[in-house]
């Protein structure tokens, strides 16, 4: 099997159909409706790695999965979603990806058998997942056995079609689905299917001598006639000529045996086919290794094509970032925009961003000005860069993050003892402790809930020590005296959000905002200090 640089990756990550085996989040369609992907429920599901939980819910990771989602098949939709909560480390891998996607945009031909391919899968998926997901009915499994076993035949009959790739990413995942075809899953969802001592065995091998069992995919078999032609026997003597007497019981005989077999075929058959075949083949195909290395290779493939579709339908520019694994974590983008927001908005404001080497980033300025969106661009784009995909700017260059985080006010609730303070600050530790300097960290303000003065120590001194580590750190804030300690130590840069006229440009410029917006907020949603007075007056407490 063609091995390609960073494949030991595929290795770390659990294949779709098993994880979904544990928790059903491909759910298949009924009434031949395709099959659909449980975004929140995977989120639920989805290991701890290189992003944790929180910041994947705060950044709207599942918006960002709508957003680039371009796939064919439930599968290829569960393996761009896998591949954007759980991001690439490997140098190797992502670039391997990349190079995969070039091939894509670069040979039609290519592309074109590849989308052939995926799309005849996805018309039978959801037989599949029926199958994976124990929808059969073991009352009546017959029709929907048959309709998975004709949907795995055609995923290997359609293997012939797929060309060699130049690229080695690409390259092994279509290597797997040579590998499955010919296998001993492949043998049985297209031919005879054994019980032996040792297991299910496909007729290939199975010996003469060998004691087993074959399975029928139907109700009634041949044996059902047995009963009829005994019943028959007695008057098939009188036509037949003088010979052997046999005994009128014969026809008590027949009448029972088709009886007892047409209620054997109806109600025992079906459960017992259940439980000796059709579970031990769902269990045999979800954890053999070339069976769900081939459905995995099938999402991938779905998911270049998605992204490559992506890139293409963008209303903006799309451009491979340059992916590097250095020390320490930096950004470098510029005409960055959120692929989420940007998706249908044309006139959305692209920015500049420089993140490398100064350490500490502050971003200032008065809310609505578009500081949480730049935050969130950034995050999602790593994510996008990491998942070895397209990034929209005009050019980047972003490094690998070992672990990215992402903190926003989160208020105390009644089960933390601590209040507010304590909340955030028990976030910001466990950011802190799994911090190195490849990790890329956001803080949108930090150490809120206590006294204006120790606010200002904490604050100085947890981002002081998050230099030190090197890592790269964005702070969100509102306090630009914090900014100025900082700065009079000559650490960090400075942006701010950009405003003309009190009106946000969208912009971020290098600069520290010492501007407060309040009062006009408060204006806007009419709690000014003249529409309180106002609103004394009327009431007469005035």
């Known amino acids: 099997m063609k091995k390609f640089p960073g494949e030991k990756m595929l290795v770390k990550v659990e294949p779709l159909i098993i994880s979904n085996d544990r928790k059903t989040f491909i759910k298949h369609g009924r009434q031949n409706k395709p099959a659909k992907v449980s975004r929140q429920l995977y989120l639920q599901l989805c290991p701890i790695g290189v992003v944790d939980k929180e910041t994947l819910k705060l950044v709207q990771v599942l918006e960002l999965h709508r957003a680039v989602d371009h796939t064919f098949s439930a599968t290829g939709s569960a393996a761009l979603l896998r591949s954007l909560v759980q991001p690439g480390t490997d140098l190797q891998f992502i670039r391997s990806k990349q190079a995969s996607l070039s091939e894509i945009a670069s040979d039609d031909t290519l592309r074109h058998l590849l989308q052939d391919y995926v799309h005849e899968f996805s018309k039978g998926e959801s037989a599949l997942y029926n199958f994976f997901n124990k929808g059969l009915r073991a009352s009546f499994p017959y029709p929907a056995i048959k309709r998975a076993r004709q949907s795995a035949l055609n995923m290997s009959r359609m293997i012939q079609a797929l060309p060699r790739s130049e690229s080695s990413y690409l390259g092994a995942l279509i290597s797997h689905l040579y590998a499955y075809k010919g296998s001993s899953i492949d043998q049985m ?24 069992l074959r399975f029928r995919p139907r109700r009634f078999t041949e044996w059902l006639f047995a009963g009829p032609l005994v019943a028959a026997a007695p008057y098939l003597q009188d036509k037949i000529g003088p010979g052997l007497s046999i005994s009128p019981l014969m026809l008590k005989i027949g009448l029972a045996w088709t009886g007892g077999y047409a209620f054997y075929s109806m109600f025992v058959k079906p459960v017992n086919d259940t439980e000796k075949f059709i579970e031990p ?12 290395q081939a459905v995995d290779a099938i999402g991938m493939i779905d998911e270049l094509l998605s992204c490559h579709a992506f890139a293409r339908k963008s209303l903006h520019a799309a451009v491979m970032p340059r992916v590097a ?22 006139e959305f404001v692209p920015n500049n961003i420089q993140m490398n080497g100064s350490r500490l980033t502050f971003l200032s300025g008065p809310n609505s000005g ?15 860069a990491q998942a070895g995909f397209y990034v929209l700017a005009e050019k980047a260059s972003i490094n690998i993050a070992d672990k990215i985080h992402y903190q926003a006010p989160k208020f105390d609730s009644l089960q933390d003892e601590e209040g507010r303070f304590g909340t955030e600050l028990s976030r910001t530790r466990d950011i802190f402790y799994s911090t190195t300097p490849k990790s890329l960290v956001i803080l949108d303000e ?6 204006y003065e120790e606010r200002q120590n904490e604050s100085f001194g947890i981002l002081s020590d998050f230099c030190t580590i090197g890592n790269n750190t964005l702070l969100v804030t509102h306090n630009h005296s914090l900014v100025d300690r900082f700065i009079d130590d000559k650490t960090g840069q400075c942006l701010m959000a950009e405003f003309d006229e009190d009106m946000p440009t ?23 200090n003249k529409d309180r007075h106002r609103y004394m007056k009327e009431k007469g407490f005035l």
């Not at 001592?197 to 001598?209: A, D, M, R, Y």
């Not at 083949?281 to 769900?292: G, H, I, P």
């Not at 930090?446 to 006294?451: S, Y």
């Open 370 to 384: 578009g500081k949480t969106t730049i935050c969130k661009s950034i995050v999602l784009s790593q994510l996008l």
């Open 446 to 451: 930090l150490a809120e809930g206590t006294t």
């Open 281 to 292: 083949l769902r269990k045999k195909c979800v954890y053999d290794n070339r069976f769900n």
């Open 189 to 212: 969802m297209n031919g005879l299917i054994y019980k032996t001592f040792t297991g299910l065995k496909p007729e290939n091998e199975v010996g003469f001598f060998t004691p087993k």
């Open 325 to 346: 694994d250095e020390p320490h974590h930096f950004f470098e983008a510029t005409g960055l925009k959120n692929p989420v927001l940007a998706k249908e908005n044309r």
């Open 506 to 528: 969208y912009r971020i410029i290098p600069g520290i905002s010492r501007v407060s917006h309040a009062d006009k907020v408060a204006k806007r949603i009419n709690f000014s």
